[in-house]
């Protein structure tokens, strides 16, 4: 089948594995896991994760390695040859993949600054202000976009252009090459992080923070939404990342033994970052003599505002070094990350009009660094939290819940299973029909419907309404929208979308030859 050579293909298993795993440690794991581990109850969080890793995580990796390998196209494509009806689906992930992108990009930005910044502390004696102030230039509301920060524009460019050119580069020569390059050394990285952070004085009381089970949060809701909102971010379900990378697998496969190792690798990055985050708080918090709540701020902050605070406390030889690899691992973390969204886009694009990589590479890419750009005012910390919400909240969770009705109702759980099944090694159970037609489906449903009335009761954040509907509503109707246009535009070859997928009688027969 020469289309799969065109569409690219991995080298081999561990170059797919690298790939996966680099998509999902991320941003998510370094930057927001360990502090929602502490601010959800700390040892207690775990219930809430597991449970969500084993009721809609590990399910919903398998189904979309399956997805993926079976019909061997972009999330658009995918799911066109699944069933001609679904394929504005594919499409919302495709374009919500850019508005991640838009944000995520910004964040890498910072991060790049903050690792010229560590060699010579240039976030002053005061982080905090620095931060808001000098740095994003924080102006008055998600409407305001007075100021311009150059520093943060530059490292804009330099990340897309990162960005542009693996992807234009190709499936095994780009995003495979770069991949086996950036993780393990990000897993190096992150291990000096971790043995400097818990031998530090105080380390002890940061971890007992983190650990120390805090069993009443588990009442409140929010902690359930904010365990499936991360598992989900975390492990890049329902952005199409996954089907894409799986797509360009070759025919024999064990892709049961991928997703578990995706899963667990994934879920070990985020423990090994947790505990280097606390064990460094806890020293900050024992040199400051002040309670570890005081030091544990939000997201932002606890990169941007927190770290440096610590950095500064270890003074210029560990304090820089410790700045650059922390800097350096949010980088690599987040560029692996965003090359898997940038090619979610691209595919689509390339398998609908038959263009070619190149072009739409570029395209992609321009168009994604204009986008970024908004963020490089002074509303831009607002626009990023707000749509941040609105897709983690709403669109990641509602595209997994239609994914797993659709493929596991429509195409069919068990179709699905015995294609996965018939070329893997370890072999899914029955068990995984029930998750993937009612356990996931429902979970999910139930979590969309109490995130839109704790949004009713109680808004979000305290922006102002018409922010909201227009950054949060707004963008949400515009993906379902372009999703329709999408949909009604011709396939380049009306060919590529009758192709039904592998059958597994295919693997059955080359086992006996
Ligand atoms: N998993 C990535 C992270 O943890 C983010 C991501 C989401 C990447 C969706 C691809 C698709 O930061």
């Not at 095994?172 to 291990?191: A, Y």
């Not at 409140?220 to 909102?229: E, H």
């Not at 987040?334 to 694009?349: A, D, K, P, R």
């Not at 509602?398 to 018939?422: D, F, Q």
Request: hydrophobic content about 50%; some cysteine.
């Amino acid at each position: 089948m020469n289309e799969t050579q065109d569409r690219g293909q991995w080298n081999n298993k561990l170059g797919f594995l690298m790939a996966v795993v680099g998509s999902a440690v991320g941003l998510g794991n370094i930057w927001r896991y360990p502090y929602l581990l502490y601010k959800d109850g700390g040892g207690a969080f775990l219930l809430p994760y597991f449970v969500a890793i084993i009721t809609a995580g590990i399910p919903l990796v398998l189904l979309e390695y399956g997805f993926g390998h079976k019909f061997r196209g972009s999330a658009p494509l995918s799911y066109t040859r699944a069933n001609r009806k679904f394929e504005w689906i594919g499409w919302v992930p495709a374009f919500a993949s850019m508005v991640i992108l838009s944000y995520y990009c910004v964040i890498l930005s910072w991060a790049f600054n903050y690792l010229v910044k560590s060699f010579n502390f240039g976030w002053t004696s005061n982080p905090n202000d620095y931060f808001f102030g000098e740095f994003l230039k924080l102006s008055d509301g998600p409407f305001d976009f007075s100021h311009f920060n150059w520093s943060i524009v530059i490292g804009i460019v330099i990340i897309w252009t990162i960005n542009w050119y693996y992807t234009y580069r190709g499936v095994s020569s780009g995003i495979e090459k770069v991949n086996r390059f950036l993780m393990p050394t990000l897993v190096v990285i992150m291990i000096i992080i971790v043995i400097r952070g818990v031998t530090l004085e105080g380390a002890t009381a940061g971890l007992n923070a983190l650990f120390t089970p805090q069993f009443d949060k588990l009442t409140n809701i929010r902690v359930w939404l904010d365990a499936y909102g991360q598992v989900f971010f975390s492990l890049s379900l329902a952005m199409g990342a996954l089907i894409t990378y799986s797509s360009y697998l070759p025919r024999k496969t064990d892709l049961n033994n991928s997703a578990f190792i995706t899963a667990f690798a994934n879920c070990g990055f985020e423990f090994l970052s947790a505990i280097g985050v606390f064990g460094i708080l806890g020293y900050m918090a024992t040199q400051q003599g002040v309670p570890i709540d005081d030091v544990v701020t939000q997201s932002v902050g606890l990169a941007f505002v927190a770290f440096p605070q610590v950095l500064l406390l270890m003074g210029p030889f560990w304090g820089k070094l410790m700045g650059v690899l922390f800097f350096t691992s949010l980088i690599f973390a987040g560029i692996t990350s965003s090359l898997s969204l940038i090619e979610t886009f691209t595919s689509s694009f390339i398998d609908k009009t038959g263009a070619e990589r190149k072009k739409v590479a570029t395209i992609a890419g321009l168009i994604g660094l204009a986008t970024s750009l908004m963020y490089a005012t002074g509303a831009g910390l607002y626009l990023l939290d707000i749509i941040d919400h609105y897709i983690n909240a709403y669109v990641i969770v509602s595209l997994g819940m239609v994914e797993a009705i659709l493929i596991g109702w429509v195409v069919g759980a068990s179709k699905m299973r015995e294609h996965s099944n018939a070329i893997s090694y370890i072999r899914i159970g029955s068990w995984w029909e029930i998750m993937i037609k009612f356990v996931t489906p429902a979970v999910l449903g139930l979590m969309l419907v109490l995130s839109v009335i704790d949004e009713i009761q109680k808004g979000y954040e305290g922006y102002p309404t018409a922010a909201l509907l227009v950054f949060g509503v707004l963008m949400v109707a515009t993906l379902l929208v372009l999703g329709i246009i999408m949909r009604s535009r011709p396939w380049h070859n009306p060919e590529t979308v009758k192709y039904s997928g592998f059958e597994h009688d295919y693997y059955k027969l080359e086992q006996k030859l």
